[in-house]
């Protein structure tokens, strides 16, 4: 949970990094990042209400960003979720489309 600044900047790290290298969902790093994301939305009024010219105001306003990228992140991936439910064919290519009923 984060209680402090020294928290807060450790979870912001941490989606940061898990942004830079995208947990496959349903992973234990999936459940992680939606968890922090959790936390610092819930964090917020605290430092959007820190002086303006402060470093943890300016440390908010780097964390609404983070966040920003963070939820386009897990639209896109909703989305290609979805669409994956409709079509056989994998966007990866790999598995099996539909059959024929040739041999």
Do not use: C, N, Y
């Amino acid at each position: 949970m984060i209680k402090d600044q020294e928290s807060f900047e450790a979870a912001l790290q941490r989606v940061a990094d898990l942004l830079e290298h995208p947990p496959a969902h349903g992973t234990r790093e999936d459940e992680e990042f939606g968890q922090l994301l959790h936390e610092i939305e819930l964090f917020q009024p605290t430092f959007l209400t820190a002086p303006p010219e402060s470093d943890f105001a300016k440390l908010g306003k780097e964390a609404q960003i983070l966040l920003k990228r963070a939820t386009d992140f897990q639209a896109k991936r909703d989305d290609r979720e979805r669409r994956e439910k409709w079509t056989s064919f994998p966007e990866d290519g790999k598995g099996i489309g539909p059959t024929t009923g040739v041999r």
